[in-house]
C-alpha cells in the first residue's frame, strides 16, 4: 500500500472549470478512471472554489488497473498531469500497459 508521503503529485491541471482548479489543483486527493477512461472523478463543474486553498493534491486512488503506472490500484507515477477533453477531465499520464 502507499503511504501518504509517496502519494503522487498533480503536478499540473489545465481544466479551468473545475471547483477544485485555482491556481492548480486544490483537492487534498484525486480519484482517477472509470470503466472506459482515464478521467478524474475529483473534477465538479463548479464557479464555486473548493479545496485547500494551495496547489498540492495528490493521486489518492486510480481505478485505471491497466495503466502502466497502475499497481494493486494506486499510481506509482512520480507525478501527473490533468488536462480537458471533450468535456471531461482526463490524467494526461495515463498510459495503456
Not at 491556481?23 to 473534477?43: H, K, R
Not at 497502475?70 to 471531461?88: F, R
Request: overall charge negative; hydrophobic content about 30%.
Amino acid at each position: 500500500m502507499t503511504q501518504m508521503l509517496e502519494m503522487p503529485r498533480v503536478q499540473t491541471c489545465t481544466v479551468t472549470s473545475c471547483g477544485y482548479n485555482h491556481d492548480g489543483c486544490t483537492a487534498f486527493a484525486v480519484t482517477i478512471g472509470s470503466a472506459i477512461s482515464a478521467e478524474c472523478d475529483t473534477y465538479v463543474q463548479s464557479g464555486d472554489k473548493g479545496g485547500m486553498g494551495k496547489a498540492l493534491a495528490q493521486v489518492g486512488a486510480c481505478k485505471r488497473s491497466d495503466c502502466v503506472h497502475n499497481t494493486d490500484l494506486e499510481c506509482h507515477a512520480p507525478a501527473i498531469v490533468v488536462g480537458e477533453s471533450g468535456e471531461k477531465a482526463d490524467c494526461l499520464t495515463y498510459e495503456k500497459g
